[in-house]
C-alpha cells in the first residue's frame, strides 16, 4: 500500500480520471460518523463507509492509501487572510518575540541583505518598558536603509526617517514626528514600502500558500483594499486559481462605492473577478493601535476613543450599491461605535433598497470583535455573516492582557462567539494572518477556550466554522463545499492525531455527545498541548502537500 501523501499512480479505469482509496483510518464525514475509508474518483469524493465494506469494493484499478489510524477531514478554509502580508510577515523579521525597544533596535541591526528592512509583530503591552524606539534609533540601526516594521494588529508601523521622507508623511493624520505611524500616514508608510517588483510579490505569495498548504488549509479569502495594495497585487492573488497545487484563493476588493453605476465601474476595472466589495473596507481600525472606535473612552487614554474612518451615509450607499447588484458588501469593523455606524448604515440602505435585497446580497463583516445582545439581534435581521478571529481572544483575551489594559470591565464581552451562534448570526472563522497564524487547530482550540467561559462553543461548532461555514460566508454555489460525503469536490486533510473525542463547553453534552448513539464524528483531542500534524492537504483532487516523513 501508498503511504498518505505518495504518488497515487496512474488511471487504471479508463476514464482519465485516478481512483484513490484511502483506509484504515477515521472519515470525519455526516455520511457515516464511523466510516473509516473513502474513494475518491478523480476530483470527487464516490464513497465512503467501513472498513469491511472498504474490502470488498477495493480491487487493482484502485490505489490504496493506508491512513494508519489517521484523521481524514474536510479541509480548512481561512475566512480572513492577507497573502503577501504574510508572506512577507514569513520572511522578514519576526519580531513576535521582542520585549524592548532595545531588542527590537537590535533585531533590525542584525538584519542582513539590502533594501528596504521589513518585520512583523511587535505588540509594547508586552514590554516591560512600553516605550517605542525613535526615528533617530531606527535609523542609527538600519544604518540609513528604510524600515517598516507593522504593529502586531497590522494597523501602525514604526518607521524610519529615510521611509518618512520617501513616503512624505509629514502632513498627513496620524503623523506625529515620532517612528510610530498610524491611520493616512501608515496607509502611506506601508504603500511605500510595499513596492518591490512583481517577481518579489509573486514569491511572497506563494511562500504563504504553501504555509496553507502545509497547515490543512484549501482556500483562503484573500482581503485586499486600496490602502493595503494595489489591484495588480489582488490580480496575482486571483491567478493562483489557475494553476495546480495552489489553496483556493477567495478574492474580495475593500473599496467603497458609492451608486450602482460606481460599483459596476470599480468591479469592471480590477481586471479579475472578485466575491465582492468587502472584507478590509475600514469602518474603524484596531484596539491595539486604538483606532478601534468605541463608545466609551479607551479605559489606558482617557479622552480617546479611536476613529470612524466611514460616515453613516458612506457606508449605507455602499450597501444599497452591492445589493442592488446582489454582491456581497462588508466592512472592517472591530469597535461598539464602528458596528454601530455599520448597522445604522444597514437600516438607511434598507430603507432605500428593501430589507429583502440586504438579506439576500449575503453582506458579511470582518472582525466583529464588541458586540452586546441588541447589535447581535440587528445582525441576525439582515443575515450578516461575520468573519471572526478566535486567535485574536487567544493572544489578548486573558485577564491583563491586551483587551483588560485597553477596555477594562468591557474585555470580559469581546468577541461573543456562543451569542453569535445563540442568536442565528451566520459565523465563520479565519486568522487574519499574518496577524495570527495559519494554525488552525489552535483557533480551534481558542473557540473552546475562550476567556469568557459563556462565550465557548464545542470543537464541532468550531470546526464547521473553520470549514463549511468559510465556503458558505463566501456564497459558494456549490452546497456540498465543505463536506465529504459521495458527490463533494475532494478537498480535504489528513491528520496524525493522538486521541480523537468530543469536546463541548458543557460537561452534560459532553456525555451524550461521546456515547456511539449520538452517532457524532470525532474530532482531534485539543486539551494535550499540541496540534495535530498535517500529513497531506488535497484541494479537489489534488495534492497540495505531503509531509516529508510520509515519503519514506
Not at 144 to 162: E, F, K, N, T
Not at 199 to 223: D, I
Not at 437 to 448: E, K, M, Y
Amino acid at each position: 500500500m501508498n503511504q498518505p501523501g505518495a504518488p497515487a499512480g496512474n488511471d487504471h479505469t479508463g476514464t482519465g480520471k485516478k481512483v484513490t482509496m484511502y483506509r484504515n483510518g477515521s472519515i470525519y464525514t455526516a455520511a457515516d460518523p464511523f466510516a473509516t475509508a473513502m474513494v475518491v474518483d478523480g476530483d470527487t469524493v464516490a464513497w465512503v463507509g467501513s472498513e469491511q465494506a472498504a474490502t470488498s469494493i477495493a480491487d487493482s484499478s484502485m490505489d490504496i492509501i493506508d491512513l494508519r489510524g489517521a484523521l481524514l477531514a474536510p479541509g480548512f478554509v481561512d475566512s480572513h487572510a492577507h497573502l503577501t502580508e504574510t508572506g512577507l510577515a514569513l520572511s522578514g523579521l519576526q519580531l513576535g518575540a521582542v520585549r524592548s525597544a532595545r531588542e527590537l533596535l537590535d533585531a533590525v541591526a542584525s538584519s542582513g541583505g539590502t533594501g528596504t528592512i521589513l518585520g512583523h509583530g511587535w505588540d509594547e503591552t508586552l514590554w516591560d518598558d512600553p516605550t517605542l524606539p525613535t526615528l533617530e534609533e531606527l535609523e542609527r540601526a538600519s544604518g540609513g536603509r528604510q524600515v517598516y516594521l507593522s504593529r502586531i494588529d497590522v494597523h501602525s508601523a514604526l518607521v524610519s526617517a529615510s521611509l518618512a521622507a520617501a513616503a512624505n508623511l509629514n502632513g498627513l493624520d496620524g503623523w506625529a514626528g515620532t517612528a510610530q505611524a498610524v491611520r493616512a500616514a501608515h496607509t502611506a508608510a506601508r504603500l511605500t514600502a510595499r513596492q518591490f517588483p512583481e517577481a518579489q510579490r509573486r514569491a511572497y505569495q506563494e511562500q504563504a500558500l504553501k504555509e496553507a498548504s502545509a497547515n490543512g488549509y484549501v482556500a483562503l479569502a484573500e482581503m485586499s483594499a486600496p490602502h493595503i495594495c494595489g489591484p495588480e497585487d489582488l490580480r496575482l492573488a486571483a491567478s493562483w486559481n489557475g494553476q495546480p497545487g495552489s489553496p483556493e484563493v477567495l478574492p474580495y476588493w475593500g473599496e467603497l462605492a458609492t451608486s450602482e453605476e460606481h460599483a459596476r465601474s470599480i468591479l469592471a476595472g480590477l481586471g479579475t473577478e472578485v466575491r465582492g466589495l468587502a472584507g478590509d473596507l475600514n469602518m474603524d481600525g484596531s484596539i491595539g493601535s486604538r483606532t478601534a472606535a468605541l463608545v466609551n473612552d479607551y479605559s489606558d487614554a482617557p479622552g480617546e476613543r479611536g476613529n470612524l474612518y466611514l460616515t453613516v451615509d458612506d457606508a449605507a450607499k455602499h450597501i444599497a450599491a452591492t445589493s442592488l447588484l446582489g454582491i456581497q458588501a462588508g466592512f472592517h469593523v472591530i469597535g461598539d461605535a464602528g458596528l454601530a455606524a455599520v448597522l445604522d448604515a444597514m437600516d438607511v440602505a434598507a430603507a432605500e433598497v428593501g430589507e429583502q435585497r440586504i438579506r439576500a446580497a449575503g453582506h458579511r463583516l470582518e472582525h466583529v470583535e464588541m458586540a452586546d445582545q441588541a447589535a447581535i439581534d440587528r445582525l441576525a435581521k439582515y443575515s450578516v455573516t461575520v468573519s471572526v478571529q478566535p486567535g485574536f481572544d487567544s493572544a489578548w483575551g486573558a485577564a491583563g492582557g491586551l483587551y483588560s489594559q485597553r477596555l477594562g470591565g468591557r474585555s470580559q464581552s469581546m468577541n461573543p462567539f456562543a451569542s453569535f451562534y445563540a442568536s442565528g448570526v451566520p459565523i465563520a472563522f479565519g486568522s487574519d494572518s499574518p496577524v495570527t497564524p495559519l494554525r488552525p487547530w489552535s483557533s480551534v482550540r481558542a473557540c473552546l477556550e475562550h476567556s469568557n467561559p459563556e462565550q465557548r462553543i464545542s470543537a464541532r461548532a468550531a470546526f464547521l466554522g473553520h470549514t463549511r461555514a468559510g465556503w458558505r460566508a463566501t456564497k459558494h454555489r456549490n452546497p456540498l463545499m465543505g463536506q465529504l460525503v459521495p458527490g463533494a469536490p475532494a478537498s480535504f486533510a489528513v491528520w496524525e492525531v493522538e486521541e480523537l473525542m468530543v469536546q463541548v463547553a458543557d460537561s452534560r453534552v459532553q456525555s451524550w455527545s461521546t456515547d456511539p448513539r449520538a452517532r457524532t464524528p470525532l474530532l482531534p483531542a485539543l486539551d494535550t498541548g499540541t496540534d495535530p500534524r498535517c500529513l497531506q492537504t488535497v484541494r479537489e483532487g489534488q495534492e497540495l502537500f505531503a509531509h516529508e516523513a510520509l515519503r519514506v
